[in-house]
């Protein structure tokens, strides 16, 4: 499982003196649409343009923003006033679609470089897919081939629209239909968390996580270290830091008492779960402990190191503990919290995840400003 890192994009204007002189807020050429209910694309500036078409919320927009020569004016929204500024805008498109992509104008106080939700029309949108069956039968895969710089007609543009289905071309491994074929195995859907919470299922597979390790340093100066797990057999279990290249230490999450396993993960380019007998210390598995009440599913949830997205893992059991199926997707429009105790079950196939909207991953205004993720529930649901 990869995890990934935060992604800064800096802009850099064409001088020191041309963003000294900067005086709105705006210094980014793409936006999205945050109007939870669509936005009207007018051809005209102002509340009487006609109607081009109705923006989906997330759409991603190129605009030119406002300056100080702009007059700020207001719309009225269900007997609210709302004050902002009427821009131009185009959709994002590849730069070969740049001819012909129609212009318009929309009200500023609707868009926003950040959404605070994510788009539920694009929550099972994603950029990779491995079905994998151990029963025989041949594995599914299906990954587009992006190539985000198709958008980046200029040096200051990074306009590719995540909440959309790529225009990139979709490799597809024995299926005809990957979006289906995914709806078939799972559901992605917005949850209230004070009404899910209430619905948490407590499993025989809990963590404890009561004991600590004491770290075992071999230099006092290093932040390598090793540590010790009892085993029933009577003997220790050590478990080492990797020392060579690309040096990282591991570290103890907890103990899946009715398994008889220890839990351990590395973080290296991502973390690394490998479940070692608490009898004799063998290696069990290499996979996530977030178990389903039955233990029919197991549920890794993780960030994709080298992009942005969120990385589900699930492993389908036998009724003798055995994998018999095991399905792998990274999704394009929302990341997922990495920390095992933000999911919960509330079913056998039910797991509920903490997740934000993926451009929250993105700084695009200048290198100081700082991105606090917009955090909401999702439902994972196995079919």
Not at 36 to 49: C, E, S, V
Not at 58 to 68: A, F, N, Q, V
Not at 204 to 226: A, F, R, V, W
Not at 329 to 338: A, G, I, L, P
């Amino acid at each position: 499982m990869k995890i990934t890192r935060l992604v800064f994009i800096v802009v850099f204007l064409c001088s020191a003196f041309a963003k000294a002189e900067l005086r709105t807020l705006y210094d980014k050429e793409c936006i999205y649409v945050a109007a939870l209910n669509g936005l009207n694309l007018r051809d005209a500036a102002g509340p009487h343009g006609s109607i081009i078409e109705k923006l989906p919320y997330g759409t991603k927009l190129d605009w030119t923003p406002p300056g100080s020569n702009d007059v700020k004016s207001h719309v009225m929204d269900n007997g609210k006033k709302v004050e902002g500024y009427w821009v131009k805008v185009w959709r994002s498109v590849p730069y070969e679609d740049l001819k012909g992509n129609p212009s318009g104008y929309v009200f500023s106080a609707y868009l926003s470089y950040h959404l605070k939700v994510i788009p539920p029309q694009s929550l099972m949108l994603f950029d990779e897919m491995i079905y994998s069956d151990y029963t025989g039968s041949p594995s599914i895969e299906a990954r587009y081939q992006i190539d985000e710089d198709t958008y980046n007609y200029s040096a200051y543009l990074d306009c590719y629209p995540r909440y959309q289905e790529h225009r990139g071309e979709l490799f597809e491994e024995n299926v005809t239909d990957a979006a289906q074929f995914l709806a078939s195995k799972i559901a992605i859907d917005p949850v209230n968390y004070d009404e899910v919470t209430l619905s948490r299922k407590r499993t025989g597979y809990e963590l404890d996580t009561s004991y600590e390790p004491q770290k075992i340093y071999q230099n006092q100066d290093d932040y390598l270290y090793d540590f010790k797990l009892p085993l029933q057999n009577g003997d220790s279990l050590t478990i080492t830091a990797h020392r060579g290249e690309f040096a990282h230490n591991s570290f103890y999450v907890g103990e899946i008492k009715s398994k008889n396993m220890y839990v351990v993960g590395a973080d290296f380019e991502g973390i690394e779960y490998t479940m070692f007998s608490t009898i004799d210390g063998s290696v069990v598995a290499h996979d996530s402990p977030n178990y389903s009440p039955s233990g029919r599913y197991n549920v890794g949830h993780d960030q994709v190191y080298y992009e942005n997205g969120a990385q589900i893992y699930i492993s389908y059991y036998t009724d003798d503990s055995k994998i018999e199926n095991t399905l792998f997707v990274n999704f394009q429009s929302w990341c997922v919290d990495t920390d095992l105790q933000s999911s919960f079950w509330i079913s056998d196939n039910e797991l509920i995840l903490r997740a934000y909207p993926v451009d929250n991953s993105i700084q695009v205004v200048d290198l100081d400003e700082t991105v606090d993720p917009n955090w909401q529930y999702l439902k994972l649901t196995i079919h």
